[in-house]
């Protein structure tokens, strides 16, 4: 007997184990997390505005090469801005992330040097052409690539501003884009600098949400799992604790050994079905009753069931009212005493009801908690899946367990 208790307990820490199997692979590396993802999609868009910004840089210094007052100036500082952009692309590239400190300054110092310099490069006429004075579309971007690589408002509203003062200094005393147009076009730099900060810390709340959302599913899941193994280890660590009993009585061997059977049978199916309902067993009442109580023949039980035994119970609920009628029968088994055991079921305006009564010592629920088994088995597994629980004991009178639920009907069946 001890080597059928050693065996079986190795079987149950196996059951217990393959509960966190599915969990742990949702959460393994394959899903990653969002927020690297956001960091990487923020990474590129970064990437490609300033590629484009780049060709306008390009495109517009062969435009207005002729027409620069110095045109070494204005070369060199056309491959100033192509050098750090390539080498901000490169970091960007590789640290597949925006958070680029002390990168965001150097990049919207470049395009606030730019914006100084470029009037002695250029004519004022050519200042409203945005092709050939690339300097204001350059710092548009960076000061919105700094917003994109910050997380503070107060730096992002500094530079912004600063930026737009800047832009109207030089339109209103060196260009000829005059006060009120200088004033509206500084607007944008603010725009796109708040703009981009608020847009960069939604995606990474939004990932980081979904990070938490993502691991709480998986706590869920697994705490699910292990609590769907521990409803099935409940009766068979009973079952194995009294075949490995000397003192079980021989008489009830065979009982015992059946319903082992049976239980194993359950193990391997928990073992090997994926994610949702175990060994679904058949809907109607009657049939769940039979296949529960043949396990239990050593029990003196009357069975009052012809009222309810055509009920149909929805394939959702029947793994868990066969669960919980095995643990209510254990408990009788191992604690009532009983000489009468009276299983009746009814149905009534389309609502099954079984109950199991025992004429045994009972107990105190005040003084006696319910244990894991009725506690969890019963009333908590049943209850969260909006089925009615009832059990009423008292010292000296027996036990009554009473479950209900709403009865299927044919086309409910999948």
Known sequence: MGAVTLAGTAILRCVLRSTTTAAVELDGPQYGSALPEA??????????????????VISGTVRGFDLSDNPTLYLAMAGVVTIESLLLIAVLWHAKRPHLWPW?????????????SLPWALPENVMSDSWIWWG???????????????TSWWWVGAISIAMSGLYVVIGTTYGNLGFHRSITESLTYPTFGFGLLLVSRYLRSMATRADADRRAAV????????????????????????????????AILPALQNQARQESAQIRTFLSEPLGDRALLPESLGEIISSVTTGFSDLPMEFATDLGA?????RQHAPAVARALTTVLHNVR???QATQVVIHADQEDERWEVTVRDDGVGFDEREHPHGFGLASQVIGELTRLGLHVAIASAPGHG????????CAKEGDKP
């Open 39 to 56: 960091e990487r999609i923020l990474s590129l868009g970064i990437i490609i505005i300033r590629l484009g910004v780049l060709a306008q």
């Open 104 to 116: 965001g300054l150097i990049d919207v110092g470049l395009g606030f040097a730019i914006m100084v």
């Open 136 to 150: 204001a579309s350059l710092a548009i971007n960076t000061v919105g690539n700094f917003g994109a690589t910050q």
């Open 219 to 250: 706590e869920a899941m697994r705490h699910s799992e292990m609590n769907r193994a521990r409803l099935v280890v409940h009766d068979a660590s009973t079952l194995l604790r009294l075949l490995g009993d000397p003192s079980t009585p021989a």
């Open 310 to 314: 055509d009920a149909l119970i929805y």
């Open 334 to 336: 191992r604690h009532a």
């Open 399 to 406: 036990t009554a367990v009473t479950i209900a639920g709403p």
